[in-house]
């Protein structure tokens, strides 16, 4: 499974961007899909995730009311919407999916977007 995040780019505290991740596999049959992201001398954190079949969302309290979290299995995709960027939101971003395998599940991350946002 490959996954190709873009979206990515530089925009004012304030303002909104859409990630996307595009997947090589069909997004049906993943068990979670999810956002991360990393920040310059931070560890990574969790940002999103949502369950591919049911479409539950799980969100992160700092950025709860901010950022949604979609995805469209017709297509094999999944998106990001920030809203109310913020400095701190600066970070690369990175798309993950878990998807089931023969005895355990499988784990893939995509190359990164970076988002800046400039105060």
């Known amino acids: 499974v490959q996954l190709v995040e873009s979206g990515g780019g530089l925009v004012q505290a304030g303002g909104s961007l859409r990630l996307s991740c595009a997947t090589s596999?069909?997004?049906?049959?993943?068990?979670?899909m999810g956002w991360y992201r990393q920040a310059p001398g931070k560890q990574r954190e969790f940002v999103a995730d949502?369950?591919?079949?049911?479409?539950?969302?799980n969100i992160a309290d700092s950025v709860k009311g901010r950022f949604t979290i979609s995805r469209d299995n017709a297509k094999n995709m999944m998106y990001l919407q920030m809203n109310s960027l913020k400095p701190e939101d600066t970070a690369v971003y990175y798309c993950?999916?878990?998807?089931?395998?023969?005895?355990?599940?499988?784990?893939?991350w995509g190359q990164g977007t970076q988002v800046t946002v400039s105060s």
């Open positions: 949502i369950k591919s079949l049911s479409g539950t969302t």
């Open positions: 993950k999916a878990n998807v089931p395998g023969l005895a355990y599940a499988h784990t893939y």
């Open positions: 596999g069909s997004t049906v049959s993943f068990i979670t």
